[in-house]
T-cell receptor, first 114, second 112 residues
């Protein structure tokens, strides 16, 4: 059974500083996704990581994937208040002929303070 | 931008009522999913479908049922709602391949 663990579960950030969110998963996979969820809203896709060593960047966010370590990181550079949200990683099990079944981590709630 | 719609967005009902949560997408995606999420918590897959007339149960056992008669439509039904069904239900779809899921806005259900 695939397990996906994120840490920390809660991250209080100061504006202007850098932080990292970690996502570990328990079985082999080479497809990992990062989503953002604002309170009361749905999930917004941030990054799709499809191979070992993949790195994607968008604005102050950068995500990477190490399939050998079964680890993905989401790095936040110079945090700003707009980045306050809950961030989820998800791993594709790709079981059977069809696949595309995502298992989500527990989420990291990020609060950026002035 | 993803075109996937859920109705109702909010629903408050009494115990024992039958409810149907609607989900429609206009992207022609074959694969559709229902996830259940308690506030601030992780998402749990409860149902999925890989095409018309194909439905499977997910990881989290659910008393709800689903149907897939048309590609664009994937409704979820609870025959007799209970307070334990109070949660947010998120519908998603993907065309497959890369497998990026696109989510609807969610249906927040409260059963009194």
């Amino acid at each position: 059974e695939l397990k996906v663990e994120q840490n920390p579960l809660f991250l209080s950030m100061q504006e202007g500083k850098n932080y990292t969110i970690y996502c570990n998963y328990s079985t082999t996979s080479d497809r990992l996704y990062w989503y953002r969820q604002d309170p009361g809203k749905s999930l917004e896709s941030l990054f799709v990581l499809l191979s070992n060593g993949a790195v994607k960047q968008e604005g102050r966010l950068m995500a990477s994937l190490d399939t050998k370590a079964r680890l993905s990181t989401l790095h936040i550079t110079a945090a700003v208040h707009d980045l306050s949200a809950t961030y989820f990683c998800a791993v594709d099990r790709r079981g059977g002929a069809a696949g595309n079944k995502l298992t989500f981590g527990g989420g990291t709630r990020v609060l950026v303070k002035p | 931008e993803a075109d996937i719609y859920q109705t109702p967005r909010y629903l408050v009902i009494g115990t024992g009522k039958k409810i149907t949560l609607e989900c429609s997408q206009t992207m022609g995606h074959d694969k559709m999913y229902w996830y259940q999420q308690d506030p601030g918590m992780e998402l749990h897959l409860i149902h999925y479908s890989y095409g018309v007339n194909s439905t499977e149960k997910g990881d989290l056992s659910s008393e709800s049922t689903v149907s897939r008669i048309r590609t664009e439509h994937f409704p979820l039904t609870l025959e007799s709602a209970r307070p334990s069904h109070t949660s947010q239900y998120l519908c998603a779809s993907t065309r497959g391949g890369v497998g990026e899921l696109f989510f609807g806005e969610g249906s927040r259900l409260t059963v009194l």
